[in-house]
């Protein structure tokens, strides 16, 4: 198996090997969370601290219990009531957890480039859980993992992407990750919630979501990012639905077989219809919630078998 990186920052800087190597142990990883005996020792003895500095449900607890079914021992440090909150920088942050001898950090930073400044200043794996409107990429692979089972394959497939694509660090992560293994990449929002020059990513771009599903294997909801908003970028969350929200008489124009995604939280009758929603036949979405464990399992498995060969190489210095 190939994996070559230090940290999980992105998916950009991944090569298709390396995203075919998480997703292959993954499916170890779903097998052994399917059995009556969920756990393995592969991180037995390291440490894994989780600091989320936004809120977190889904990724929070998905990372934990992947980190416990590992072996390692966890800790989740509570970011609100935080140094960070008094004043302190994240420098400082980072020179802290440098003296707790942490092996792993699992980091959600609502700042872009965050991760990355940490990953530069602690002597341990970084695992970017989500930073500003940059990346997600475990979001990405376990996306890409639930797609690859559900359709057979991760090549060739036309997905459409809806929504609010201009502040999803999902949809950017997912459009790095489908574009290098071959696929078809639609975007489909209003205007406001397109990112200027989308195109230069080389996906298509559409307005309309009719013509947008025409012929697509996967559809990809997206969540109206409120909370990175700071004008007015619907007329109204009821027009929004009738234009861009998933139902029945717009996922018609998808494949028969299109499969129906979203990363959760979802707001039914927002982005898509509850009916939808729950379709067992069409929707993976908790297909989704299910293979974010497993992906993290591999991602953690991955990187901890670097940063030990990387500290038997160099005396215990890990850069």
Do not use: W
């Not at 991180?43 to 936004?54: D, H, K, P, S, W």
């Not at 977190?56 to 909150?85: C, H, P, W, Y």
């Not at 530069?120 to 376990?142: F, I, M, S, Y």
């Not at 559900?150 to 060739?156: N, S, W």
């Amino acid at each position: 198996m190939t994996f070559r990186a230090r940290h999980l920052l992105g998916i950009e800087p991944l090569k298709p090997d390396e995203i075919r190597t998480v997703l292959d142990l993954s499916e170890h990883y779903v097998d052994l969370n399917r059995s009556p005996e969920k756990h393995a020792d592969v991180l037995r003895g390291m440490t894994q601290i989780n600091m989320f500095f936004e809120a977190s449900t889904r990724t929070q607890a998905s990372f934990e219990i992947a980190g416990k079914r590992l072996g390692a021992d966890v800790m989740n440090m509570a970011m609100q009531a935080s140094s960070i909150k008094k004043g302190e920088t994240l420098i400082d942050t980072a020179l802290t957890l440098n003296a707790m001898h942490p092996d792993l950090l699992v980091v959600r930073q609502p700042n872009s480039g965050a991760v990355d400044l940490l990953a530069q200043k602690v002597n341990c794996a970084v695992l970017n859980a989500g930073d500003g409107r940059h990346e997600h990429p475990t979001q990405a692979l376990l996306d890409a993992l639930t797609i690859r089972r559900a359709k057979g394959r991760l090549q060739r497939l036309t997905v459409a992407i809806c929504g609010d694509i201009a502040h999803s660090r999902v949809a950017r992560s997912n459009i790095l990750l489908l574009g290098k293994m071959e696929n078809r990449v639609r975007l489909i929002g209003p205007p406001t919630l397109i990112p200027a020059r989308a195109a230069d990513f080389g996906v298509e771009v559409y307005d309309d979501m009719r013509a947008g599903l025409e012929g697509a294997d996967v559809v990809m909801m997206l969540r109206l990012q409120k909370e990175r908003m700071d004008g007015g970028f619907i007329p109204s969350e009821r027009e929004y639905f009738h234009r861009y929200g998933l139902d029945a008489e717009k996922l018609a124009y998808a494949k028969d077989d299109a499969i129906v995604m979203h990363p959760g939280p979802m707001n039914r009758g927002v982005e898509i219809d509850g009916t939808i929603a729950d379709d067992i036949n069409r929707s993976v979405i908790q297909e989704q919630v299910e293979m974010g464990v497993a992906v993290r399992m591999a991602a953690m498995d991955l990187l901890a078998q670097n940063l030990r060969a990387a500290r038997a190489g160099d005396g215990g210095i890990y850069v």
